[in-house]
Each structure stands twice: as C-alpha cells, then as structure tokens.
C-alpha cells in the first residue's frame, strides 16, 4: 500500500456515501457505497483477499470518496455513477430492457393475444412480466391452442390452417357474436390469473357431451385442450393458491464466486427464473444485496421476495419498499430449498463451462497487449451502410467490459454530400459523435475500432486531431472476400490475429455492428420508399398518406390491398393509380 493511500484511509469518515477506486491512469475501475466509508473502504486495503476483489485492490492507485446524508442517498448515487462511468470491476445488471408482456387485445372488433414490452395501448389487458419472452411465448402457445381467437395480426380474406384445425373461429368469412368473444375473454382472463378450475371443469363438461352425441371429433379438439392445460399445471413445482407474486431467492458460494437463481411466481404460479453467476467481491450478504437492489431497480418488485439469510433481509429491507421474508416452515422452505438447489447447479455448471473458455477480461486484455495500449474495456466501433449512395446510415456500437452496452448505441444520418464516398461518411460520423462528448465532457472510449484498413483509420485520425482528443485507434483489415484477416494499429501496422478465441472475439463485435448499420439502414429505405409510393398520386396528401401508414404498415401490406379496400380510404381513381404504381414495384 503506498503513502497516498495510506494518507487518504486516515482521512476516512464514519459516514455513509459513495468511494471510487482509480487506477494509475486516473480511470475510475470501482465504485461502492458504505453505512461507514472509514470501516467499508478500509477493509479492501487491511484485509487479505481473493479472486476479483485481489484483483481490482491490486490495481487501485488512489481513491475518493463521496459523503452523502443517508444509506439511501448513497445507493441513488452509486447507481448514477456506475452508469456514468461503466467501471470495469462492478456489477452491471443494469441494461434498459423491457421485460415481455402477454396483451391481450380485446376491446377490438376480433380480439387476439401477442408479446408486448411497452404497455401503451388502453384497448389492451396486459399480463406479466415474464422473464424472457421464450416463456411468455409457451403460454401464448398454449392459449392459442386451447381458445379459438385468430392468431393472425390482420384478419387476410381467406380462412387458414388454425380455422380448418379447430383453433380459430374463423373471423375472416364468419360473423363471430360478441356475447361468444366476451365468453373467451373472460376465460382467457382468468386462465392468465392462474383461475383455471373452472375452465378444466367446463372442458369436461364439453368433451362429456361431445362423447354422449357420438360428435367424437369435438371431443378429441377439447380434450387436447384440457391436456395442455393440465400440463400447465403439471409444471407448478409449488402452486401457492392465494395469488401473490413473490421472488424466492436461492444462493450458492465458495467464498471466491456466487451463483444466485431467483424464482419467479405471478399470480402463485411459478412462470420462470433469472440466474446470476459472479466472482465474489467483499462480504457476501452485503455483495447479495447489492445485486438485488441493483436487479430491482430495472425489473418488476413482487410484493413479496423470500430470501434464506437473515442479514440480507435487513440489508434489503433499507433500501426495497416490499415485504422481504426469511421462512421459517411450509412451502416457502420448500421453494426455497428449490432455488438453493438452482443455485448449485447453476454454480456447477458455469464453473465447469468458465474453465473451458477464456473471459472477456483476459481477451481485452490481450487485445490490449497486441495493439500496446492499456486494457481497453470501453470499445466503440464503427461501420457505414448505404445503397449506391442513398439513405446512407452511419452506425456506432457500443462495448462496456467485452459485452454489447445496446443503450450507448447510436446511428447517423449521412449528411455530406457524396453519401457513396465510406471515408468522408467516417469522418462525418466520428466528428460529430466525439465533438459531442467532448462538448459535454462526457468519457471518451479506450478504444475505437473501424470496419476497414488504411483509409478508414487515416480518416478517423485526422478527424480526432481536428477535435482535439487522443483516442486509441485501430482497424478490421479484410482480404478479397471482405472477410476480416488482421488488425492495424493507429501507426498503420498490420497485426495478424493468430489468437483463435479474440479472432472469434473481434468477429462478434464487427458482426453486430455491421448488423446494426445494415438494419438501420433497411429501416431507412423502406420508410424512404413506403413514403415516395404515395407521392404524385393526385388525392393522397399527408392526412391520407398517415391514415394509409397506419392501416397498411409494410408495402407488402399495401400490395395485398384491393381496390375497394383502398377506396374507403382514398378517392377510388387515387386507389386504382396507386395499385397500377405498385403493380411496377
């Protein structure tokens, strides 16, 4: 430990708030909160340590703290500062993503279901959240299989398989009443409460009858439907019938990693699990609790979570405005037990599969050493799409510690004026992105990569010299085939990657950004061509041109379109000029 570090513990407070860790380069590699920042801080400098806690002290050249006036305050401001500066040594469960949704469109003519993340629509009953949309989308399986509403977003002209099989009412040649919608509703409704008694005791009933008439096909449909209910309920490891969501968190440790599983109950039914799996980082039930105060903040609080360890309830119970039980008998020991059980194997697993492929730390780490730079674990790269010349997109993607950071994505316009030229298009995008951040003092990243060799770094060089910063730069060189064969550093050295595992590394981060340009860019040009199609059309302004947008969102929506339909619309010689127009396409 040297002098500084010595001088700035001395200098420590009993108070609460936040400490950040930097490295000799100034980079902020840790941020933590603390009831005490005197006691917390002191501990990673006093106290022998392991694995990634090891790690990060070793590296840690001084430190400053944060005082703030409550535990609370200080959690808020951790989450802040995390996110503001991505250190390399925390937890970051901290992505914007929507967990999925079952919608339930029922105050529409035919009512249908689908997966929904944002829950905007006031027509719609909304069910969930569920923890990955593979497991909202067995439900909805299984619903469409049993309740006959249509499965299609738009009613086509002709009926479909799931009518001929029995799984759709058939509302494109039939006149469905609305007394027998409103009965599948309220059947829909309450098997997604977990009510599904009576549906079971009326399927029943139906096949009975069915079988009495001799009608043997009906009761072979709904004793199909029955059985995929039944199934539903075969799943339920425990089934609580009071309805309540609650959280059952299991936890598994060797004192060097943790692997933490919760399960996730909705309306009493087990409907999915999260698992985590962490190198651990200073005391165990306060590292726990962090996790979970962090996991919260982004997902849907139960109103119960049931945890096994008395000292993470009382951490949790600071900071989560829910109730957080430690059971004692009954089912919730038996969950419980459940989600220990997870835990381990998941522990198990991971471990074994860990030992067999290398981290990111220690790709970035190598890819550091073949470009002689620093570690680079913020990593911006960049790649350009047009088609000869038109609705040219320039695209930036994110990497925070080796893994896809979607929420720091960003895409451009290309506004110069030969949108073919992918040098002035690099230069255009890499002035304005970096003159932004550094307008707003915002961090730059340790390193950027560009889709190319010579040309593209050259551009890229000269346009960080004009803005006045220092990033490190390099480049994806490809061969004949446009397939990536080596790296060229900011001298315009070519540097082979014999390395199999950072080739594979480096291929996944030039595959999702070029994926990201090239989508953004279809994007542009379908919305660039939907839009010209209405032009010059004598009859469709910008009112018709909004209402048609809306009522057929693809051009293959709009082709499928006749005239009559698009004469409620439209005037019927605007309809029939806008057909002889698509008809060309």
């Not at 006959?148 to 001929?164: D, E, G, I, M």
């Not at 087990?270 to 996991?295: P, T, V």
Request: aromatic fraction near 10%; include cysteine; glycine fraction near 4%.
């Amino acid at each position: 430990m040297n002098d500084l570090l010595k001088k700035e513990i001395d200098l420590l407070k009993d108070k609460p708030g936040c400490y950040l860790m930097y490295d000799q380069n100034n980079t902020i590699i840790y941020v933590g909160k603390a009831k005490n920042l005197k006691k917390r801080v002191s501990q990673y400098f006093l106290r022998v340590h392991n694995g990634k806690t090891a790690a990060m002290v070793s590296h840690v050249d001084h430190f400053e703290t944060i005082i703030t006036s409550s535990e609370k305050e200080a959690l808020i401001l951790e989450m802040n500062l995390i996110q503001k500066h991505h250190p390399r040594y925390n937890i970051l469960l901290m992505d914007d993503k929507h967990y999925p949704y079952i919608e339930l469109h029922k105050n529409i003519k035919d009512p249908y279901i689908s997966i929904a993340r944002n829950l905007k629509n006031k027509k719609s009953s909304y069910f969930g959240p569920y923890p990955s949309s593979g497991s909202a989308f067995e439900v909805i399986n299984i619903i469409n299989s049993i309740f006959p509403l249509r499965k299609c977003n738009k009613v086509p002209k002709n009926p479909c398989l799931y009518y001929h099989i029995g799984q759709c009412l058939g509302p494109c040649i039939n006149k469905i009443k609305e007394e027998d919608y409103k009965e599948i509703i309220a059947s829909i409704e309450s098997f997604l409460r977990g009510n599904n008694e009576e549906i079971i005791k009326k399927m029943k009933e139906k096949i009975a009858y069915y079988s009495e008439n001799m009608d043997y096909e009906n009761a072979l449909e709904f004793k199909k439907r029955l059985d995929s209910i039944l199934y539903i309920n075969e799943k339920q490891n425990v089934e609580f019938l009071d309805k309540i969501d609650r959280d059952f968190i299991g936890f598994y440790t060797n004192e060097s990693y943790v692997s933490i599983v919760i399960l996730i109950y909705r309306q009493g039914l087990l409907i999915g699990k999260k698992k985590f799996f962490y190198e651990l980082l200073g005391d165990i039930n306060e590292f726990i609790s962090d996790i979970l105060i962090q996991y919260y903040q982004y997902n849907m609080l139960p109103k119960e979570i049931i945890i096994s360890s008395s000292e993470i309830v009382s951490l949790l119970e600071n900071y989560l405005n829910t109730t957080i039980i430690q059971p004692k008998q009954g089912k919730n020991i038996d969950v419980i037990n459940i989600a220990t059980q997870n835990a381990q194997e998941n522990f198990s697993s991971t471990l074994q599969t860990s030992q067999n492929k290398e981290t990111n730390e220690e790709l970035l780490e190598k890819l550091g050493k073949l470009l002689n730079i620093s570690t680079p674990y913020h990593i911006e790269l960049f790649d350009n799409s047009h088609l000869q010349g038109t609705n040219a997109i320039g695209a930036m993607v994110a990497y925070i510690n080796g893994e896809e950071n979607r929420r720091m994505n960003r895409k451009f316009n290309i506004e110069s004026y030969n949108k073919k030229d992918d040098v002035s298009s690099m230069k255009e995008v890499i002035f304005r992105h970096y003159s932004r951040l550094k307008e707003k003092n915002q961090k730059m990243p340790d390193l950027i990569i560009v889709d190319g060799g010579l040309t593209q770094i050259e551009a890229a060089k000269e346009t960080l010299e004009k803005i006045g910063v220092n990033i490190n730069l390099a480049g994806l060189v490809k061969d004949d085939k446009h397939r990536t064969r080596a790296l060229m550093d900011s001298s315009l050295n070519e540097i082979p990657i014999e390395d199999k595992n950072l080739f594979i590394f480096l291929t996944k981060m030039q595959d999702s950004v070029h994926r990201y340009a090239i989508s953004t860019h279809i994007k542009k040009r379908n919305k660039s061509m939907f839009n010209s199609i209405f032009d010059d059309i004598k009859g469709i302004g910008n009112k018709r041109k909004e209402l048609l947008t809306k009522q057929y969102p693809t051009i293959n929506d709009l082709k499928k379109a006749t005239i009559e339909e698009l004469s409620q619309f439209i005037p019927k010689e605007s309809a029939i000029e806008l057909i002889k127009k698509l008809e060309r396409i």
